[in-house]
Nanobody, 116 residues
Framework: QVQLVESGGGLVQAGGSLTLSCAAS????????MGWYRQAPGKQRELVAR???????NYADSVKGRFTISRDNAKNMVYLQMNRLKPEDTAVYYC??????????WGQGTQVTVSS
């Protein structure tokens, strides 16, 4: 059974910060890299950050220097610290494996809205 539960989203002004959390259950978390994805209205879902089990990180150019991904393997948690938020960061944010596994399960996501 795979379960992904994202939380921590909300409404924030441009320049503000939010920290997202993802509680992951199942063996897919313990052995795989994880990522944070986002989907803005009318756009495709995109990967914004990823982290290996050992802590090596990689970021999309659009968030590099502003977002920080981390994980706690003991707690099966993945986090995304988002600083200097911009209106274009507005989206529903999801966590999942990287790369995505088949079959792919998605959580409900958490809405981030950045006002200008």
């Amino acid at each position: 059974q795979v379960q992904l539960v994202e939380s921590g989203g909300g409404l924030v002004q441009a320049g503000g910060s939010l920290t997202l959390s993802c509680a992951a259950s199942g063996s897919r978390f313990s052995i795989n890299a994880m990522g944070w994805y986002r989907q803005a209205p009318g756009k495709q879902r995109e990967l914004v950050a990823r982290i290996t089990r050992g802590g090596i990180t990689n970021y999309a150019d659009s968030v590099k220097g502003r977002f920080t991904i981390s994980r706690d393997n003991a707690k099966n948690m993945v986090y995304l610290q988002m600083n200097r938020l911009k209106p274009e960061d507005t989206a529903v944010y999801y966590c999942n494996n990287f790369p995505l596994l088949t079959p792919t399960y998605w959580g409900q996501g958490t809405q981030v809205t950045v006002s200008s």
